[in-house]
Nanobody, 120 residues
Framework: QVQLVESGGGLVQPGGSLRLSCAAS????????MSWYRQAPGKQRELVAT???????NYADSVKGRFTISRDNAKDTVFLQMSSLKPEDTAVYYC??????????????WGQGTQVTVSS
């Protein structure tokens, strides 16, 4: 099992910045990738950014150049640095841990989510 706890959400003005944190605990040695997702009211959950166990990163087109995903292996924590925030970034942000058990068999773990609101 893997437990994920997010923090760092809040209210920020357009153009501002926030840094989200996701602290992982449990069987973290087997995690293949960590990601941030978000879900806005009335919309489906969407992938925002991913960082693999090898350090590769990937971003949704809507956040490229504005968001940065990183990790601190010593603290088992993943971060999402968000800059130049827009009202459309408003959503609940969820941390995800992805584990591949065997080809075609995967397990996903989720945090409880943290609200990010971008508004003046």
């Amino acid at each position: 099992q893997v437990q994920l706890v997010e923090s760092g959400g809040g209210l920020v003005q357009p153009g501002g910045s926030l840094r989200l944190s996701c602290a992982a605990s449990g069987s973290i040695f087997s995690i293949n990738a960590m990601s941030w997702y978000r879900q806005a009211p009335g919309k489906q959950r969407e992938l925002v950014a991913t960082i693999t166990s090898g350090g590769s990163t990937n971003y949704a087109d809507s956040v490229k150049g504005r968001f940065t995903i990183s990790r601190d292996n010593a603290k088992d924590t993943v971060f999402l640095q968000m800059s130049s925030l827009k009202p459309e970034d408003t959503a609940v942000y969820y941390c995800n841990a992805h584990r591949v058990l065997s080809p075609g068999i995967v397990v996903d773990y989720w945090g409880q989510g943290t609200q990010v609101t971008v508004s003046s």
